[in-house]
T-cell receptor, first 119, second 115 residues
Framework: GAVVSQHPSRVICKSGTSVKIECRSL??????MFWYRQFPKQSLMLMAT?????????EQGVEKDKFLINHASLTLSTLTVTSAHPEDSSFYIC???????????????FGPGTRLTVL | DAKTTQPTSMDCAEGRAANLPCNHS???????VYWYRQIHSQGPQYIIH???NNETNEMASLIITEDRKSSTLILPHATLRDTAVYYC????????????????FGKGTLLTVNP
């Protein structure tokens, strides 16, 4: 299957700072990427859908000014958590869609996740 | 997306088959059944998907009932490394267009494979 990478895998920051997380599709072009957040012992919650070259679509309750998403190329999307606070500590996972696959084939691939801890 | 119902947890002995059920009684005719799993502190991993016919790949088999209201994921010979949360998701094929192709995760089933 296609590979999606995330960087960094783990980050610890002080409250009030901003943190950028990168998501890359390594061997395919991803016109659409998704950002999820997962709190301990909970399921993945979709935060936003990122389309290359256009503004991201945020899910209800997700602050777009706090979670800045940029999808400037077909292989890279970034999530910036601005002015992070301890309640933003979570596991952030990106996912990318490969439109090059045949119809019906699994077309959404997940990154390994980024563990954010805000002190 | 149609909602799915899965047991919270299941246990399985190593080497035995693991059968994970999923109910999706409100599934629409154009919605596929997808299975993903998430090993602790990792991103979800695709396992298998199907529409109406049973499917098999190198990881698992997917059995979908004739009325498509439920399905079962079968891991034929479970190993300790199969311990994970297994998610059953129904959604339209991405080629259907529109915005309803998002994968929405429920709580899944925690499968624990015991030695």
């Amino acid at each position: 299957g296609a590979v999606v990478s995330q960087h960094p895998s783990r980050v610890i920051c002080k409250s009030g700072t901003s943190v950028k997380i990168e998501c890359r599709s390594l061997d395919f072009q991803a016109t659409t990427m998704f950002w999820y957040r997962q709190f301990p012992k909970q399921s993945l919650m979709l935060m936003a859908t990122s389309n290359e070259g256009s503004k991201a679509t945020y899910e209800q309750g997700v602050e777009k000014d706090k979670f800045l998403i940029n999808h400037a190329s077909l292989t890279l999307s970034t999530l910036t958590v601005t002015s992070a606070h301890p309640e933003d500590s979570s596991f952030y996972i990106c996912s990318a869609r490969d439109f090059g696959r045949e119809k019906g084939y699994n077309e959404q691939f997940f990154g390994p996740g980024t563990r954010l801890t805000v002190l | 997306d149609a909602k799915t119902t899965q047991p919270t947890s299941m246990d399985c002995a190593e080497g035995r088959a693991a059968n994970l059920p999923c109910n999706h009684s409100t599934i629409s005719g154009n919605e596929y059944v997808y299975w993903y799993r998430q090993i602790h502190s990792q991103g979800p991993q695709y396992i298998i998907h199907g529409l109406k016919n049973n499917e098999t790949n190198e990881m698992a088999s997917l059995i979908i009932t004739e009325d498509r209201k439920s399905s079962t994921l079968i891991l034929p010979h479970a190993t300790l490394r199969d311990t994970a949360v297994y998610y059953c998701i129904v959604r339209v094929s991405s080629n259907s267009g529109g915005s309803n192709y998002k994968l929405t995760f429920g709580k899944g089933t925690l499968l624990t494979v015991n030695p």
